[in-house]
């Protein structure tokens, strides 16, 4: 299941949301921590830029029903992607 579409396992994904790395905003767009992180490479050997995420839309398939909690993404960006 990717319902951002973003392309990247899940669990790297996460990794990623987890260390403040990247949040979504209100507007359910990506934002990244640091425009200039370096490029980074994935198991297997692709690579990917998470400042090219920056300001991407969250897509959701048409019969998906959950979204985001709105109070857990504040609570993220207030607590984890602001350190």
Request: a neutral charge; one cysteine or more; charged letters at 25%.
């Amino acid at each position: 299941m990717q319902p951002c579409g973003l392309h990247l396992a899940d669990h790297i994904k996460c990794c990623l949301f987890d260390a403040g790395l990247w949040t979504i905003d209100d507007d359910l767009r990506i934002r990244v921590a640091q425009a200039d992180i370096s490029e980074s490479i994935l198991p297997g050997g692709s690579h990917f830029k998470l400042a090219d995420l920056h300001g991407r839309r969250l897509s959701f398939a048409p019969q998906a029903t959950l979204r985001p909690d709105p109070t857990h993404l504040a609570w993220h960006r207030r607590e984890i992607f602001a350190r």
